[in-house]
């Protein structure tokens, strides 16, 4: 191989992670395994060109390959999501949501997006985000009696603080979201909607989740994620906000789109259409709520008592008497990746939070079920109750390690 010849630093690092990845047990809600052909995509010719601008309106020489394949792109988006225009060129999610908001906001205008703490994003209003930093960035929450979206709530604090935007969705949110109702607050108040769906996107276009599309004026996405394609972002928006949105991305935040990421979520695009995408996306959540079913009869509190969606999160501190750091850093140890995770009304900070988070995309990607659900609720259970015990750590990490050579991945592709 080129770069194990020319820097073999950085190919042995690359290593490092192959291993790292088909070995573990990835539970971060948030990651997902790529399939070879998005690889092949994103590692092509497709980076070395610039092409600002938009299809047919290129600022420079050479793009009539270019503009064919995010024709592609855009028009796989709009047919997939159900929507009337699809802008492709956002590097991630949070550029997505800064050019929604770039397009229709002034600085200074009011946001009403999900607390932080309670399981909104940091572009939907966190103080150390520009969301929060630009704009007077308000917050609702879930209730303190089940831990759910009070709609009635938000209602009141939209009605009486008359945001120019409001934003549904959520980043640790294990509950449908019912963007029907958020439609009705926002016409109430006189708002802008925005579907942040980063997290739910495969389940949305499987049918698992009530799209958005129908009701928000404007709806983001990643396409990693549920989508299980390469890491970026995506806009969807009704006719009306196309030539704002466009001229949000660019030139507004961004210039030249990173092409060969653009041909990756093509094709990611066109997998999400197959009915094999629907079938894996019913199996996440069938995973989820088993693992979760199977954490809550050992112990564990869930937070809102269970999911209906490809995560949960975990109260460790109430159920446990642990923290999400302490818990993330056992578990890591034992080849099990988490994220420490805030829960509601959380009397920790970010940094140690009372909680982990969990999602199964990524194993189900590797073609995990019930079964192994039960083995992994149990690999979790034995690291924490022993969450000092390092020697135990590593022998855990083994039995992972011998549970993942059952389900290969890119092991199939390299050789590990």
Known sequence: MKLAEKDSEIYRLIRKET??????LILIASENYVDEEILEAQGCVLTNKYAEGYPAKRYYSGCTFYDEIEDIAIERAKALFKAEHANVQPHSGSSANMAVFYAVLNIGDTILGMDIAHGGHLTHGAKVSFSGKFYR????????KDEMLDYDE???IALREKPKMIIAGASA???IIDFKKFREIADEAGAYLMADIAHIAGLVVAGLHQSPVEYADFVTTTTHKTLRGPRGGLILCKKQFARKIDSAVFPGIQGGPLMHVIAAKAVALKNAMSEEFKEYQVQIIRNAKHLSNCMGKRGYRMVSGGTDNHLFLVDLLS???????????ALERSGIMVNKNLIPFDTKGPNVASGIRIGTPAITTRGMKENEMELICDLIDRALKEIDNESLHLEIKEEVKALCKKFPFYSRIYQI
């Open 137 to 144: 960035a308000l917050g609702y929450t879930v209730s303190s």
């Open 173 to 175: 949110y294990s509950r």
């Open 19 to 24: 291993e790292r990845e088909e070995y573990s």
């Open 154 to 156: 938000i209602r009141r």
């Open 319 to 329: 159920s446990k008497g642990i923290t999400g750091m302490e818990a993330q850093e």
